[in-house]
C-alpha cells in the first residue's frame, strides 16, 4: 500500500510531514473514492469522475458514505491541497511535506490565514481523522500473514500438492478435507486465473487463505453447517468472478464484506446460487441502506424506479444495454431484501409485499421501455393494463416465483390490436431473454381467456365477455376461481380501475353453492394429481391439510358467499380473508384463528427450506405437522361438508 511504502522509505528519517502520501494524507482520500469508484462505477455512471471532490457527494447520494464521512473528508482534502500548496510555495519545490523547520512553518501558515500552532493542530485532526476512515473501510490494523505455509504449488493449482493440501485442511477441521483440496486447485488452476497477473493470482491466493480460516471460525458458531459446505460454496463464487479483479479486490480490501458474504453463503443454499448466478450484487454490500430496510420500511419502489429511470437514459437507443441495467437494479433490489430477511428483519408477509411491489415497479418500467421501440406505435402512452394472478396477484410473491399475468387494452384505434399484440411480445423479450445480465422474471401466459389457445392480449370489452360466458363459450368455474386471486399491477390506471370494478360484479354474481363446492373439488383433485408425493414426509403445499387446502377453502367462500358479503371480494390475502370470513359467520372464530397461524407456519416452513435447501418439493416430518393437518382437514369439511378428495 502507499502508505506502507512512505512509512518504509522515512524510517530513522525526520523528513516532516507528507500530506499527500502519509497516513491521514491526500492519497488516502482518493484512494477511499476511487476504490468505490472502480467497484460501483459499472453501474452508476454518475460515479464515473476524475474528480475527487466531485465524486464524494455521489457516494453520499448512493449511501455508499455517510453525509457526515463525506463532509469532513471533503474539508480535509481542501485543507490538504491547500497546505499542499503553501508548502510547494515556501519551498518552491515540487514537495509534499511540511518540513520540520518551525520558522518555515510559521511562513506556511501565514499563507493560510493561521498561526503555526493553529495549522498543526488540524492538520493533526485531519489526518487522524482520515486514518480512521481510511483503516475502517481497509482494515489496515489487520495484517495478512504474507507467509506461505500452505504447500509448494498449491497457489498454481499443481497436483502433486494435493495430498499435502488435503492433510493441512483436515488439521484446520475441515470433515471433506480431499474434496475441498481438489476444488481449491480446480480454482488456482484455473484458465481465467492463469490468464490475470502475477498479482491478481496472489491476490487470489492470499483471499483463499483467509476464506479458509473464515469458514472453520463460522460453522464453530453454528454446529449446523460443516466449514466445508461454506468454503465449498465460496471457492465456486470465486470461480465465477475468478476473471473479474474488481470482485477479488472487493473481497480483499474490504473485509466486512467478504465476512457477510460467508454468512450469506453459510445462511442459504438458494443466497448462495443467487450471489453465483449475480455476482454483481456483491457490492450492495457496501451500501449502509441494506441495514436499513426492515418490517416498517414503506412499500414502494418509487424512488428506485427514479434512480434507474435516470441510468437507462443515458444508454437512450441501446437495448441491450438496457435490459441488462434492468436486470441489474432488480437483483440488486432483491438481494437486499434477501439479507435484510437472512437476518430475520422481515415477516414472511411483509418481505411478500415488498417482492411483489418491485414486480409491480419493473412491470410499469418494462410497459414504458417496450411500447419505445414500437416504431408503429400509435399514441404516446399505450392504453395497456397488466393484470396479475396467483401469487403476485395476491401479493405473496416469493424469492423464485413465477409471474401469471394476462395483458389487457382499451383503445379504440384500429391500430390498437396489432400495436398491443407487439407491445406484448416486446414485453416477454424484456422480462425473460436469457442477456449477459440473467432475466428478470418467468412469465405465464396460459390464464389469458381460452388459455394457450388464446390471443396474448385482450381488449377489455372481450375479457369481460368471456368472464361472464353469457353464450357458454366463456371462462371455466376454475378461472373465476383464479379471478379472487387477480389485482390490476401496472400500466394504465383507468384499465385498471375498470378491471378491479368488472372482477368485484363477476365475484358477487349468485351462484349455486353446491356447484361452487362441488367444482373446486374437482380442482383439487386435478392438483393432487398433478403434484404426486411418493414419500411418507407431508408436502407442505400440495398434501391434504396443506397450504393449498386453506388457499382452496378461501377461494370457494369468496365464490359462493359474495354476493351476500360483498367484504370478501377484497383481494386481501388468505390470512385477512380467514378472518373476515370468521366475522361474517362463515366458519368459526376460533378454527379461523387456528388456521391464520397454521398457514403462516407453513409459509414460514416453506420459505426457511427453500433458502436453506433451494427448489424443490417441501417435504416435512407429518407427524410434527399432524395436529395442523387435522385443524386444516376440519376446515375443509366446515367449508365444503366433506372430506374432499384423497391421493390415489
Known amino acids: 500500500m502507499i502508505r506502507a511504502e512512505t512509512q518504509r522509505r522515512e524510517t530513522g528519517k525526520d523528513l516532516g510531514i507528507d500530506v499527500k502520501l502519509g497516513r491521514g494524507g491526500i492519497r488516502e482520500i482518493e484512494f477511499i473514492t476511487q476504490t468505490f469508484q472502480i467497484i460501483r462505477a459499472g453501474r452508476e455512471p454518475q460515479l464515473r469522475l476524475k474528480n475527487t471532490l466531485k465524486a464524494l457527494p455521489v457516494l453520499e447520494k448512493l449511501s455508499v458514505m455517510n453525509a457526515e464521512q463525506v463532509k469532513r473528508l471533503s474539508e480535509a482534502y481542501v485543507f490538504l491541497r491547500n497546505l499542499e500548496h503553501a508548502i510547494q510555495y515556501v519551498d518552491d519545490q515540487q514537495t509534499h511535506r511540511l518540513p520540520p523547520d518551525e520558522k518555515a512553518r510559521e511562513q506556511i501558515a501565514a499563507l493560510l490565514g493561521l498561526s503555526r500552532s493553529q495549522m498543526v493542530e488540524k492538520l493533526m485532526q485531519i489526518r487522524e481523522y482520515v486514518a480512521q476512515v ?10 495478512e500473514n504474507q507467509e506461505d505455509d500452505w504447500p509448494e504449488g498449491w497457489s498454481v493449482g499443481f497436483e502433486r500438492a494435493k495430498e499435502a493440501l488435503t492433510d493441512d485442511l483436515e488439521k484446520m ?99 448462495a446460487d443467487y450471489l453465483t448466478a449475480h455476482p454483481i450484487v456483491l457490492d450492495e454490500l457496501v451500501d449502509e441502506r441494506v441495514s436499513e430496510l426492515d418490517n416498517f420500511s414503506p412499500v414502494d419502489w418509487s424512488g428506485w424506479q427514479d434512480d434507474l429511470w435516470e441510468k437507462l437514459r443515458e444508454v437512450e437507443g441501446d437495448q441491450e444495454t438496457q435490459m441488462n441495467l434492468l436486470r441489474d437494479a432488480h437483483h440488486a433490489a432483491v438481494f437486499k431484501l434477501l439479507m435484510a430477511d437472512l437476518e430475520g428483519r422481515f415477516t414472511v408477509e411483509r418481505l411478500a409485499d415488498q ?44 424469492y423464485a416465483s413465477d409471474l401469471d399475468l394476462i395483458y389487457l387494452y382499451d383503445d379504440p384505434s384500429p391500430e390498437a390490436s396489432k400495436n398491443y399484440t407487439r407491445l406484448v411480445r416486446r414485453m416477454m423479450s424484456w422480462l425473460t431473454v436469457q442477456t449477459s445480465s440473467g432475466i428478470l422474471f418467468d412469465v405465464d401466459l396460459r390464464l389469458r381467456p381460452n388459455g394457450e389457445n388464446g390471443l396474448v392480449v385482450s381488449s377489455f370489452e372481450m375479457f369481460k365477455r368471456y368472464q361472464r360466458n353469457e353464450d357458454g363459450t366463456g371462462a371455466w368455474p376454475w378461472e373465476h376461481q383464479a379471478l379472487t386471486r387477480a389485482r390490476f399491477c401496472a400500466g394504465d390506471r383507468a384499465i385498471g380501475q375498470a378491471f378491479e370494478k368488472e372482477r368485484e360484479a363477476i365475484l358477487r354474481l349468485p351462484r349455486d353453492k353446491a356447484k361452487v363446492f362441488s367444482d373446486v373439488s374437482e380442482m383439487r383433485a386435478r392438483m393432487l394429481e398433478g403434484h404426486p408425493n411418493p414419500t411418507s414426509l407431508f408436502d407442505v403445499k400440495h398434501d391434504r391439510g396443506g397450504m393449498v387446502d386453506v388457499e382452496f377453502a378461501v377461494q370457494a367462500m369468496v365464490l359462493a358467499y359474495s354476493h351476500k358479503h360483498p367484504e370478501l371480494v377484497n383481494n386481501f390475502g388468505n390470512i385477512l380473508l380467514l378472518e373476515m370470513a370468521a366475522r361474517a359467520g362463515l366458519i368459526g372464530e376460533e378454527l379461523a384463528q387456528r388456521c391464520v397461524s397454521i398457514y403462516r407456519n407453513y409459509r414460514h416452513i416453506q420459505r426457511k427450506h427453500r433458502l436453506e435447501l433451494g427448489d424443490g418439493p417441501v417435504r416435512v416430518d407429518r407427524f410434527a405437522q399432524s395436529e395442523n393437518i387435522a385443524t386444516v382437514m376440519q376446515l375443509w369439511k366446515t367449508v365444503f361438508g366433506s372430506e374432499g378428495p384423497l391421493r390415489k
Open 134 to 143: 481510511f483503516d475502517g473501510i481497509f482494515q489496515v490494523g489487520e495484517e
Open 355 to 398: 417482492l411483489s411491489a418491485l414486480a409491480d415497479a419493473v412491470l410499469e418500467m418494462v410497459i414504458t421501455l417496450a411500447w419505445q421501440t414500437i416504431a408503429s406505435r400509435h399514441c404516446d402512452v399505450p392504453k395497456f393494463a397488466v393484470v396479475a394472478y396467483g401469487k403476485l396477484g395476491g401479493k405473496e410473491l416469493s
Open 173 to 271: 477441521g475441515y470433515g471433506e478435507a480431499r474434496h475441498c483440496a481438489d476444488r481449491v486447485l480446480e480454482l488456482m488452476g484455473s484458465k481465467f486465473l492463469a490468464a490475470q497477473t502475477e498479482s491478481a493470482r496472489t491476490r487470489m491466493a492470499q483471499l483463499v487463505k483467509r476464506i479458509s480460516e473464515m469458514c472453520i471460525k463460522l460453522a464453530s458458531d453454528d454446529e449446523g453447517v460443516a466449514p466445508e459446505v461454506i468454503f465449498t460454496r465460496f471457492i465456486t463464487l470465486l470461480e465465477v468472478i475468478a476473471g473479474r479483479s474488481t470482485y477479488v479486490s472487493l473481497l480483499i480490501q474490504y473485509p466486512k464484506v467478504c465476512e457477510k458474504v460467508a454468512l450469506v453463503l453459510k445462511t442459504s443454499a438458494w443466497a
